[in-house]
């Protein structure tokens, strides 16, 4: 049964289960925490701002079709906003549950570049690379988009990489707000990250706060 429905994300217990210290972040967590960002209005606008969600980003990545036949499908604000933030997840459609790892590329329309935040070195690299890929084709730009890993604060276990791309995704949203500067933009000023425990905590708050489950999920 649903714990919460939230628009257009439902969220299970094992969901819930998932914001637990050691464990894994599932998807529709990281979905969740967009939406949530959207609806509340911590974002500044789609015409500044698009959290493409994961389904969407392993989409992108991994269909077998014509890249562009995806616009219908996508927010139109991809091709307009200034910065596009792509979960990226290890996993291949051909292999159920094999994804173990999340990192976060952000595009900048501005550069026409896109920056790769990873809390385990350049894991997914090769992943963040073939999206960047994708997304070149389905903007329908004159130029591959490169690829530059970025610096930011590493996770010392092997559960937290979910929890670091929220922290990263909440750090982003607010700086984009608060300079135009690029350089200053897509670096990590690492004693601004919320602590990962603190990012679990913050999100379970918001989820009992917003399911008409509470019940179920103060007994849990």
């Known amino acids: 049964m649903p714990v919460l429905h939230y628009h257009d994300v439902v969220l299970h217990a094992e969901d819930v289960a998932s914001l637990d210290e050691g464990q894994w972040l599932t998807d529709s967590i990281i979905e969740f925490h967009m939406e949530y960002l959207e ?21 992108l990545s ?35 549950y094999s994804g173990s790892h999340w990192s976060l590329l952000v595009y900048l329309h501005q550069t026409q570049k896109c920056y790769h935040y990873d809390s385990i070195r350049d894991s997914n690299l090769d992943q963040a ?34 929890v670091h791309v929220i922290a990263l995704v909440d750090y982003f949203v607010r700086k984009i707000q608060e300079t135009s500067d690029i350089e200053t933009l897509v670096s990590v000023d690492s004693d601004e990250i919320a602590a990962t425990s603190m990012v679990r905590k913050r999100l379970l708050s918001v989820i009992k706060d917003e399911s008409h489950e509470r019940k179920f999920l103060d007994q849990s």
Not at 65 to 85: I, N, R
């Open 129 to 162: 690379r073939l999206t960047a890929q994708r997304l070149s084709s389905l903007l329908e730009l004159p130029r591959p988009i490169s690829v530059i890993p970025m610096a930011c604060p590493q996770q010392t276990n092997g559960a937290d990489c979910g």
């Open 39 to 59: 609806r509340n209005h911590q974002t500044p606008g789609n015409d500044v701002v698009t959290l493409l969600r994961p389904g969407m980003v392993q989409l």
């Open 62 to 96: 991994h269909t077998q079709e014509d890249v562009t036949a995806l616009k219908p499908v996508l927010p139109p604000s991809l091709s307009t906003s200034q910065a596009v933030f792509m979960p990226i997840n290890d996993g291949v459609p051909e292999s159920a």
